[in-house]
């Protein structure tokens, strides 16, 4: 499994940025996707995800991304998009796009780093106030 994170850059605070997550043929098919950033000095967190398709394609947000961040998939060109808005200092961070084979009824399943099994490189946002 191959995952491409891309789409970061510097932005004001109010604006918008959109994340692409690229990954090899049918990934997001037979894998959990989930959105995570770290910030220097702190833990990684996370951000946003979706199940598999075979699981409904369900979106999960952490309460900080609830009502700004929207999560959205095309499996035709294998991508996954995180669109931030109303973006603020705090959620500068490098972002981080990581999927994982494993199903589970429990949302925090999901949120759990060390649930997924591949990650990709990651893409950075810089946000100014």
């Known amino acids: 499994v191959q995952l491409q994170a891309s789409g970061g850059g510097v932005v004001q605070a109010g604006d918008s940025l959109r994340l692409s997550c690229a990954a090899s043929?049918?990934?997001?098919?037979?894998?959990?996707v989930g959105w995570f950033r770290q910030a220097p000095g702190k833990e990684r967190e996370f951000v946003a995800g979706?199940?598999?398709?075979?699981?409904?394609?369900?979106?999960i947000y952490a309460d900080a991304a609830k009502g700004r961040f929207t999560l959205s998939r095309d499996n035709a060109k294998n991508t996954v998009y995180l669109q931030m808005s109303s973006l603020q200092p705090e959620d500068a961070a490098r972002y981080y796009c990581?999927?994982?084979?494993?199903?589970?009824?429990?949302?925090?399943?999901?949120?759990?780093?060390?649930?997924?099994?591949?990650w990709g490189q990651g893409t950075q946002v810089t946000v100014s106030s």
């Open positions: 990581a999927v994982s084979k494993t199903a589970s009824y429990s949302t925090s399943h999901y949120y759990k780093a060390t649930s997924y099994d591949y």
């Open positions: 043929p049918r990934t997001f098919i037979n894998y959990h």
């Open positions: 979706m199940t598999r398709s075979g699981s409904g394609g369900r979106p």
